[in-house]
């Protein structure tokens, strides 16, 4: 157990819909990190967020957007949803910035767009 | 930019075979270097680091060295078993910038008993 937690495990929605997905770090550590992971392009970085703020942006649609708030969770929103938008979406965090040790992952929110 | 490449899969071995996943980076700094395991339906799951170079990182039979000179970090297993089977991946962390790891694009490894 990595101590991130993810909700939903599974999502299945429909085209043009929006679902938000929650991520709960572990206790202690300030940045929050999404990841997509799809068959065909591995994992792609999304956004990181570090005590509330936006840290760096990856390669966020802009039918995506995230916050992290006060307790430290993080949110990621997905909207307009498209077919190509079903993926495993990870979550991870890590402690104090300006170390280089691991992330911590999530088990992953798996999203079915039909 | 940085990123990182890794041996195509997937890899399908016997079970005690010997198992070499190679991997490669290009950073603008001095990266710590990861192995992360996916296992089938599960998440990442940390499998070794190293962070400065010819550190040897290792776990459960696994080592990888931290070369700076081939800016390379091989994993390797001596006798792989079938509980082995999982999606390998190679990243990177830059202590400057953007602290994200970067991902190789993973490696499929199925062990056959």
């Known amino acids: 157990d990595s101590g991130v937690t993810q909700t939903p495990k599974h999502l299945i929605t429909a085209t043009g819909q929006r679902v938000t997905l929650r991520c709960s770090p572990r206790s202690g550590d300030l940045s929050v990190y999404w990841y997509q992971q799809s068959l065909d392009q591995g994992l792609q970085f999304l956004i990181q967020y570090y005590n509330g703020e936006e840290r760096a942006k990856g390669n966020i649609l802009e039918r995506f957007s995230a916050q992290q708030f006060p307790d430290l969770h993080s949110e990621l929103n997905l909207s307009s949803l498209e077919l190509g938008d079903s993926a495993l979406y990870f979550c991870?965090?890590?402690?104090?910035?300006?170390?280089?040790?691991?992330?911590?992952f999530g088990e992953g929110s798996r999203l079915t767009v039909l | 930019g940085d990123s990182v490449t890794q041996m195509e899969g997937p890899v399908t071995l016997s079970e005690e075979a010997f198992l070499t996943i190679n991997c490669t980076y290009t950073?603008?700094?001095?990266?710590?270097l990861f192995w992360y395991v996916q296992y089938p339906g599960e998440g990442l799951q940390l499998l070794l680091k190293?962070?400065?170079?010819?550190d040897k990182g290792s776990n459960k039979g696994f080592e990888a060295t931290y070369r700076k000179e081939t800016t390379s970090f091989h994993l390797e297993k001596g006798s792989v078993q079938v509980s082995d089977s999982a999606v390998y991946f190679c990243a990177l962390r830059l202590i400057q910038g953007a602290q994200k790891l970067v991902f190789g694009q993973g490696t499929r490894l199925t062990i056959n008993p």
């Open positions: 190293a962070t400065k170079a010819d």
């Open positions: 991870a965090s890590s402690g104090r910035t300006g170390t280089t040790g691991e992330l911590f």
């Open positions: 950073a603008t700094g001095y990266p710590s």
